[in-house]
């Protein structure tokens, strides 16, 4: 999983409640991102940070919220807006801004569950 | 959306065998990408291949592509039971270069 890592491995939230994933990477990489995976399917892109202090809403970023205020660290926070938060997120970061000619490395996951 | 969809959805060989996945995509791209996924982990970078070639080999790995039919294949030689996993094809859009868009993904037993 290279020098990328997020916490909890785990989450378990109830209904109504906003919860934080992390998400740091140690390997100087100008770029991050958040996806998420669900049962049988591809990785859907949620934000994305080009550098610090600037992200853009990928694909599915209503019900979600990020922060980039450091370089190595990229925090989402799955709001009470979003509807059907359970799912597996995985953190990814690449060298630079560039995902069609950079390799995206990948964090552990974390699996969020909505109880 | 999805730009690449794979095929099989599985896929399932005994170990020495040959495995060969596919992965068809809708628009023009720069680059496709194969990545590897390990049951409940994160996905690990396996092969680049570039819109301008059509054969790249990586170890046990062959990756083609197609850009007349929007299609790329990965062939796994002499498969290992560690070879079992998901992978996925991931494209840029030259359209929106700021991200990848991934298939749904191949899942791969290798029986021993």
């Known amino acids: 999983d290279g020098g990328i890592t997020q916490s909890p491995k785990y989450l378990f939230r109830k209904e109504g409640q906003n919860v934080t994933l992390s998400c740091e990477q140690n390997l100087n990489h100008d770029a991050m991102y958040w996806y998420r995976q669900d049962p049988g399917q591809g990785l859907r892109l949620i934000y994305y940070?080009?550098?610090?202090?600037?992200?853009q809403k990928g694909d599915i970023a209503e019900g979600y919220s990020v922060s980039r205020e450091k370089k190595e660290s990229f925090p989402l926070t799955v709001t009470s807006a979003q509807k059907n938060p359970t799912a597996f997120y995985l953190c990814a970061s690449s060298t630079s801004s560039n995902p069609s000619t950079d390799t995206q490395y990948f964090g552990p996951g974390t699996r969020l569950t909505v109880l | 959306s999805q730009q690449g969809e794979e095929d099989p959805q599985a896929l399932s060989i005994q170990e020495g065998e040959n495995a060969t996945m596919n992965c068809s995509y809708k628009?023009?791209?720069?680059?496709l990408q194969w990545y590897r996924q390990n049951s409940g982990r994160g996905l690990v970078h396996l092969i680049l291949?570039?819109?301008?070639?059509r054969e790249k080999h990586s170890g046990r790995l062959r990756v083609t592509l197609d850009t007349s039919k929007k299609s790329s294949s990965l062939l796994i030689t002499a498969s290992r039971a560690a070879d079992t996993a998901s992978y996925f094809c991931?494209?840029?859009?030259?359209?929106?270069?700021?991200?990848?868009?991934f298939g749904a993904g191949t899942i791969l037993r290798v029986k021993s």
């Open positions: 940070s080009q550098i610090v202090n600037d992200f």
């Open positions: 291949i570039r819109s301008n070639e």
């Open positions: 628009t023009s791209i720069n680059n």
């Open positions: 991931a494209t840029d859009d030259r359209g929106d270069g700021n991200k990848l868009v």
